[in-house]
């Protein structure tokens, strides 16, 4: 995900979120498609934060992926209409 930086940007001034992804280049979702079912998996990337200054942790997550997540469902939804069922599932052991 692209998060565009503004000039000026100050305490009264936050950075603006670009909520337009691109593709499916998603770093904390996983889609795979086997046939009408769609899995959809979260592996939290601590790394990948929507601005700096801070990593995610187990269990903890920010907005972007939320926007991932959002992105994910509304493609299922539209380009792959013959999805009737999505498993959301961990890609990390021991998380739910």
Known sequence: MKVEHHENISATNPHA???QLIGNEYQHWKIDLDGDIAW????????ATLMDGYQLKLNSYDLGVDIELHD????LRFEHPEVKCVILHSLNDKVF
């Open 40 to 47: 959809l998996g979260l592996g939290v990337d601590e790394n």
């Open 72 to 75: 994910a469902v509304s493609r």
């Open 17 to 19: 979120i670009n909520f």
